[in-house]
């Protein structure tokens, strides 16, 4: 089992940045995927990003792409999500979640991910 926690939402005008960690206890985060999602109310789950094991490739969904970074540090077995250039649209709570995979490319899709944190709520203000 694997126990995700997320921090660092809150409240930020527009064009301001917060960062997100997903910290990991259980088993070592170096054996998994870790993909970030969001879901603003009335909406469905929708993928921000993702890293595989090792770092070592991530990519992000275009409505983030280039403002948002995921890393990893899995000595501390946690991953971050840098979010700049906010916009109200980025308003959610967003999630981290781990899939045990060693592929090179992570998976997109959220019924892949086997364990997941509560949230944390980003409110992005205009």
């Known amino acids: 089992q694997v126990q995700l926690v997320e921090s660092g939402g809150g409240l930020v005008q527009a064009g301001g940045s917060l960062r997100l960690s997903c910290a990991a206890s259980?088993?070592?985060?170096?054996?998994?995927?870790m993909g970030w999602f969001r879901q603003a109310p009335g909406k469905e789950r929708e993928f921000v990003g993702t890293?595989?094991?090792?770092?070592?490739?991530?990519y992000y969904a275009d409505s983030v792409k280039g403002r948002f970074t995921i890393s990893r540090d899995n000595a501390k077995n946690t991953v971050f999500l840098q979010m700049n250039s906010l916009k109200p649209e980025d308003s959610a709570v967003y999630y981290c979640?781990?899939?045990?995979?060693?592929?090179?490319?992570?998976?997109?899709?959220?019924?892949?991910?086997?364990?997941w944190g509560q949230g944390t709520q980003v409110t992005v203000s205009s």
């Open positions: 979640a781990a899939d045990q995979t060693a592929a090179i490319v992570p998976p997109r899709s959220f019924v892949t991910y086997e364990y």
């Open positions: 259980g088993r070592p985060l170096s054996n998994y995927a």
């Open positions: 890293v595989n094991w090792n770092g070592g490739f991530a």
